[in-house]
């Protein structure tokens, strides 16, 4: 009787334990096995369900089991203000106005990956707080031609330097249980055409130079996403391409996470299902395009993969990989126990945003100028010199024009936005400075962009020669003449969905600033872009700067540079071409590429190669000819900025000059503060393969080191490399190898200008 008691008694305390934990609730057992226990738990509904979307942004849980909806939002720059449940309109929610941050360009122009981390965790914050689980970035495509739309939500040229950029961002993101979802995988290198380019592009440059960040975010970052990108490579949309997704993803390397369609990037349920696939989002076939609303059954992967699955089609192989990786998604972010609650607009990160902008602007020139005709040789224009200084005159509509709105799905709703103009304003009236304004030429003058309404108004009636003639009177009495202009994120001008026309600055701003300068010289040009572009009067100007677009603090940020509160420290991310011929895919009329019959496909073939950017720049010296027409030296070199201090790099050493492959090399370089101000460097290194059996770019980018250094002081800086670094893809063998042989290190302050080198041999 005893023993029948504690039988009894053991039986009820077990079957309520179990009853309430479910293998794929009890948090004590592994991931995989919980994974195991719900996929045998669903029906075959409820995996259809969850990989695809149920509204604009959201794709369903498993009710039943108490696995939540999966909310994703834009990004990269901000967290996205909600738009209706199956509309775009937004749904004009009070709770959503964000802290928008540098856009990724600035980003990278910081050459700090700490700032990178410090960006993705303070979005993560911001996401959190908003119940989003997915942010829709960050992006790492290569800046392959300055006409590209979408440029300014990238990490530039290099993809040494976008992977060194993603791989904090997307690690402080995710330290926050909010996924990554980087994006656009693979070659969406520009916007017109998108859903029509066909890329055709070498094994080589594929793996060298477009796919190295996308890579290093899903190895060393282990993002939880990626988005496929819109366009076809070997004529399939990459959405679903076999080799992009499940040969290069997931099969080299190992991506175990979710790849989630671009929206309205999936075509084919076929292809859908077998070639990698897992969430499909944004099908054209609701409010979007057909006007057929609720038509989230008719997804690729909804009812017609059911169907397929019901009469006997596909197995339910490809489902279970599927919605196994989405659970896996759900037990990193809506199943993660003990998440921090996130807060939205705090002053932290209003800090990150201004902190990240000041480090990311970029001094590109500035040059001593006289103050008038008699005076000796003045100081450089910048930082501006409050004590000289009587009256600044202010000209340019990017000094007025809110940026966080337009260009795309990366426009935001902010709480604040600071304005060029405003943050000059608050500067010169601490030093009792006038500061005027003058509008100088019109762009945009749209008031309203998804539904937020810009600060200031842009209506303006005046015609181009009064505005002409009111800024060439007001330079005359100024002592400065700050220009902000460049693009603006309206359509063509650094937008999402089509490229720039030209490589020129849109509207009347050249002839505003040749008129200006014939009466005052001393002009600053900050240039606000993700973008470079023909600067025609360059050598007229004595000071320019490269503001990108920087968020909610960008007023702060811009004053704070120009007014010396702030020492410059951003290096270019991209080569700024004097002229788009400057650029291999222009030069080599590889862009846009050629219509097939029917006019759906484009071709577009990267004739350039690996030659992108610098890579192209330094060609062009070396095989450069007598009676070559095209210039060799760009405006601007990629890594190139300036500083309000000098620094002085000495001899670099090496800590051996021969190596094999198992070893790692450190070269060694002092570099000393020769100012009389603080300031940051940021070394760069290069590898030169001196002698090759393939033909490889005349030096690449492989490490670099950012210091902060006090005047006068020295800093020895090394840079540590391996084997990796002397890499080339071998496109025969389908993987990276490295040949034995003579490697030149090459140190400086930018691509443009090498200062020291050091030889070394490969066993
Ligand atoms: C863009 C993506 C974006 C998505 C959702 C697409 O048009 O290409 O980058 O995340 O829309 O807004």
């Not at 479910?22 to 994974?35: A, G, N, T």
């Not at 395009?289 to 169907?307: E, R």
């Not at 600060?455 to 002592?479: F, I, M, N, P």
């Not at 484009?602 to 030659?611: M, N, Q, S, T, V």
């Amino acid at each position: 009787m005893k023993k029948l008691i504690t039988i009894c008694l053991a039986l009820m305390t077990a079957v309520p334990t179990l009853a309430q934990t479910p293998v794929y609730l009890d948090e004590s057992k592994p991931i995989e096995q919980r994974i195991d226990d719900a996929i045998s738990r669903m029906t075959l509904d409820e995996k259809i369900a969850v990989i695809h979307a149920q509204s604009k942004f959201s794709s369903p849980g498993v009710k039943r089991l108490g696995f939540p909806d999966l909310w994703t939002d834009d990004g990269p720059h901000g967290v996205r203000p909600d738009v209706l449940w199956d509309e775009w309109v937004q749904a004009g929610q009070t709770n959503d106005s964000c802290v928008a941050f540098p856009a990724l360009t600035c980003l990278a122009a910081t050459w700090n990956p700490a700032m990178a981390r410090l960006y993705g965790e303070s979005l993560g914050e911001e996401a959190l707080y908003r119940n989003k689980s997915v942010m829709l970035g960050p992006g790492v495509n290569i800046y392959r031609t300055p006409l590209g739309g979408r440029n300014f939500e990238y990490m530039g040229e290099d993809p040494w330097l976008a992977s060194r950029m993603v791989v904090p961002y997307v690690k402080g993101l995710q330290s926050k249980g909010v996924a990554a979802c980087v994006k656009h995988y693979a070659l969406n290198n520009d916007e017109e055409y998108r859903h029509q380019v066909n890329v055709i592009v070498s094994d080589r440059a594929l793996h060298e130079i477009y796919l190295p960040a996308f890579k290093a975010a899903v190895q060393e970052a282990e993002a939880w996403s990626i988005m496929g990108a819109y366009n076809l490579y070997k004529d399939q949309h990459n959405c679903h391409n076999n080799i992009m997704l499940n040969k290069i993803l997931k099969q080299d390397w190992g991506f175990d996470g979710v790849v989630i369609s671009d929206w309205g990037g999936c075509h084919d349920t076929d292809e859908a299902v077998k070639n990698g696939l897992d969430l499909e989002f944004g099908t054209w076939t609701d409010g979007l395009m057909m006007g057929k609303t609720n038509a989230y059954d008719s997804y690729y992967l909804a009812d017609a993969y059911k169907q397929g699955i019901l009469s006997g089609k596909y197995s339910t192989k490809e489902l279970d990989e599927k919605v196994r990786r989405l659970l896996r998604l759900f037990y990193r972010t809506t199943m993660k126990k003990n998440k921090p609650f996130g807060f939205l607009c705090s002053d932290s990160h209003y800090e990150a945003a201004l902190k990240i902008a000041q480090e990311g602007i970029v001094l590109l020139k500035n040059e001593k100028v006289k103050k008038s005709k008699g005076e000796k040789m003045a100081a450089p224009l910048l930082p501006i010199d409050v004590t000289k200084t009587k009256r600044i005159l202010v000209v340019g509509e990017n000094a007025i024009k809110m940026m966080t709105v337009g260009g795309g799905s990366s426009s935001l709703k902010v709480q604040r936005e600071i304005l060029p103009l405003d943050g000059i304003n608050v500067q010169c009236s601490m030093f009792n400075v006038q500061c005027d304004y003058a509008r100088g030429y019109v762009g945009d003058t749209i008031q309203s962009y998804n539904g937020v309404t810009v600060g200031r108004s842009l209506y303006e009636t005046r015609s181009q020669a009064e505005l002409t003639a009111e800024a060439v009177e007001k330079a005359r009495e100024a002592d400065v003449v700050i220009f902000i202009g460049g693009l603006n994120k309206s359509n063509h001008q650094d937008c999402e969905g089509h490229d720039r026309l030209s490589y020129d600055l849109p509207y009347a701003q050249n002839e505003v600033i040749e008129a200006i300068l014939k009466v005052n010289p001393r002009l600053v040009y900050v240039n606000i872009s993700g973008n470079g572009a023909a600067l025609p009067w360059i050598d007229k100007v004595p000071a320019v700067v490269q503001a990108w677009f920087i968020g909610s603090e960008a007023g702060e940020a811009i004053a704070s540079v120009l007014f010396g509160d702030v020492n410059p420290s951003g290096k270019l991310p991209f080569t700024w071409y004097a002229s788009l011929d400057q650029c291999g895919a222009h030069a080599l009329k590889a862009y846009p590429g050629t219509w097939r019959e029917g006019h759906k496909i484009i071709d577009e073939e990267y004739k350039e190669g690996l030659f992108v950017g610098y890579r192209w720049i330094d060609r062009l010296k070396v095989k450069k000819s007598k009676g070559d027409k095209v210039k060799s030296e760009p405006l601007f070199a990629f890594g190139h900025g300036l500083s309000y201090t000098t620094f002085q790099y000495g001899k670099v050493t090496a800590d051996k000059s021969s190596l094999t492959a198992d070893e790692q090399i450190t070269f060694t370089v002092p570099v000393t503060n020769t100012g009389s101000r603080a300031g940051a460097e940021t070394v760069q290194l290069y590898i030169r393969d001196v002698e090759s059996s393939v033909e490889r770019p005349f030096k690449e980018l492989k490490a670099f080191s950012k210091v902060f250094l006090q005047p006068g002081e020295t800093q020895q800086v090394s840079l540590t490399i391996d084997k990796s670094a002397l890499s080339f893809y071998d496109d025969k063998a389908a993987d990276w190898t490295v040949e034995p042989g003579d490697f030149e290190a090459l140190i400086g302050p930018s691509a443009g200008q090498i200062v020291t080198r050091y030889s070394f041999h490969l066993q």
